[in-house]
């Protein structure tokens, strides 16, 4: 059947493609680690956010053998000016060379490699690559979520009670409280690539991200949470668009499909208390 072509050529491309970013950020990888812990050269550029000699020459990296391999792809990184080039290619490289500049930077090892190929707004093959931790997840669109080789799965949540969450504790008090558990329970993830992708590998049960992220941090991160059978959407409950021409997000919430509704409803109803959403304050008098 053409369908079942289409579908079968398209998996084969997937698959190309997530052996050729795997390849590339292990290669990336390996470069990290001779700047980490050695005092690499480092400045503050737009947006008060660190970057350092590791991260241009990682991106450098990643841009010579990605577009070599790939050519008709488009190219947006959190390092490289976005000249808009990629809104006309078929398919995109989305990544973040080093997210989590700040733990990179301070030696500690809660960071990593973000690498995504993005078609049609979604995510076709992704990879998070956590040198320091000698951890790299991987995943092309239909075939499943990996660690270092070995499948996730992530098992059925439909209580909140327990759950285990990273973001702002300010942004999730309601929802720990919800949970039966303490705010300062809550853990802060420095990347959020790794936040994310953290849920994905069974760290967390949900993790949540105000809004302005940006496509590099999350491309990844989204296929290889959904390839483990759990969901990243919007506050709203929307799945997320990629490569669009703003590449900027909404407030994001990756999570388990059995408690996405509650722990949204939970995050709405504690931003709005704190004045972050639209809405009622419920510390307002009237009906």
Known sequence: MPDGKIATASS??????????????????E?????????????????????SEADMAV??????????????????????????????????FVLDPIDGTREFLAGRPGWGISLAVVEEGRPRAGVFAAPALRE????????????????????PQDSLQGIRIAGAKGALRGLAEKAGIEASAIEQVGSLSYRVTAVAGGRF?????????????L?????LVHEAGGLVI??????LRYNQGTPVQPSVVATLPGIADAARAAIGESLRF???LPGRNPRAGGS
Do not use: C
């Open 12 to 29: 084969r491309e997937d698959e190309a493609d997530l052996d050729l970013i795997r390849s590339a950020a292990l290669e990336a990888a």
């Open 31 to 51: 470069l990290t680690l001779r700047f980490f812990r050695n005092d690499p050269r480092a400045w503050t550029k737009a947006g008060n956010s660190p970057v």
């Open 59 to 92: 991106d450098a990296l990643l841009r010579t053998n990605l577009l070599t391999a790939r050519p008709d792809y488009g190219w947006l990184s959190e390092e490289t000016e976005d000249d808009r080039s990629r809104l006309l290619r078929r398919r995109a």
């Open 136 to 155: 790299i997840y991987a995943a092309a669109l239909g075939g499943g979520a990996y660690r270092n080789g070995e499948r996730l799965i992530l098992p």
């Open 205 to 217: 049960d949900l993790a949540f991200a105000h809004a302005g992220a940006q496509d590099w941090d």
């Open 219 to 223: 491309a990844a991160a989204d296929l």
């Open 234 to 239: 919007s506050l709203e409950g929307e799945p």
């Open 274 to 276: 704190r004045g972050m």
